[in-house]
């Protein structure tokens, strides 16, 4: 998994590519959570180049979800590839989905 960030204003957005399985997840928390620490609040994932998606995924986008919105911020998947939005959907994560 490859984790690219870039900052536009007062947002950060976050590119994947690769599998976000058990492994990769803990590297994805560590970026998100680095975030925080910056201060920022909104958050975009690009998933456009997200292969598989694993409940250990899931379990973190689900966290930083709930802590952004804890901070009146937002965290938002765009672009997601055809199999991470379908696994997102059978998750109930449609209202990550922009």
């Not at 994932?45 to 937002?74: E, I, M, P, Q, W």
Request: glycine share 8%.
């Amino acid at each position: 998994m490859e984790i690219v960030k870039e900052r536009a204003g007062g947002m950060v957005h976050l590119r994947l590519s690769g599998r976000l399985d058990n492994h990769w997840s803990q590297s994805l928390d560590e970026a998100l959570n680095e975030v925080a620490r910056e201060g920022v609040r909104h958050v975009r994932l690009d998933f456009s180049g997200v292969t598989y998606l694993s409940s250990a995924g899931a379990a973190v986008l689900l966290k930083h979800h709930r802590d952004a919105a804890a901070v009146h911020g937002t965290l938002q998947i765009s672009a997601a590839s055809e199999r991470a939005r379908n696994t997102l959907r059978l998750m109930g994560f449609v209202e990550l989905l922009i």
